[in-house]
């Protein structure tokens, strides 16, 4: 797998966006070594802020907010399972697919702040976020997951002393 595709691959995973890339990525294999996927993945993680909520399309349009990650900066900001989005930093997302949530995510990146108006039970709701840097554990989590997944017999084999 090429750096490129393992940037691709990990920007998915940080953002947490749609389960149908999740189930995609399950099938792909990687093609490099464990090491030098640990090594990338440290890289891209290291200082990068993230939400910390899965986001998904509705049909016919628009987003909502699949799931929450426990203790996330989304949890603590207030946004809740279920709420549709309606504005990101003043640019609607009504009529929005997953790709415009990932630009307008990846222009707040530097300030790290989110004002988002939702629609939760049929009321609007201000939810002020502050993107947070992802710590060392999320980070073990995230390197885990893909050993796990793509280096099977590095994520079982302990070193030798």
Sequence with gaps: MHLRQIQYVFMSTLLLTATAYAQERQTKKCNSSAMECERAIRSMASGRRYLGALVEEMNPAGLRVASIIPDSPAQRGGLGEGDRLMRINGHSLV?????????????AKETGRL????????????????????????????????MAESHPQAATTQPQP
């Design 95 to 107: 009529r929005s697919d997953i790709k415009d949530f990932k630009r307008i995510l990846s222009e």
């Design 115 to 146: 004002s988002i108006l939702v629609a939760r039970s049929g009321i609007l709701k201000n939810v002020d976020i502050w993107l947070a840097p992802y710590t060392k554990a999320q980070i073990d989590k995230i390197v885990a997951q893909h």
